[in-house]
């Protein structure tokens, strides 16, 4: 994984990017975990824009191809 953003103490922390070989996801990120506002876009196409609270996928829309 590649992440591009801000950072506290070599933790992804702040506003950030982060690509991987199934999606690239940008958004919010607090202590290493993706949380907040959040979209992802996955290889197949499909799209989540919504809520993550501590890595977890909370309420948003999935869109399909």
Do not use: S
């Amino acid at each position: 994984a590649r992440y591009t953003g801000e950072q506290n103490q070599n933790w992804r922390h702040g506003k950030g990017l982060l690509k991987t070989q199934h999606y690239r996801m940008e958004g919010d990120f607090h202590n290493d975990q993706p949380h907040g506002y959040t979209k992802i876009e996955f290889t197949d196409g499909c799209v989540f824009e919504g809520l993550i609270e501590n890595g977890q996928l909370k309420k948003g829309v999935y869109i399909f191809p």
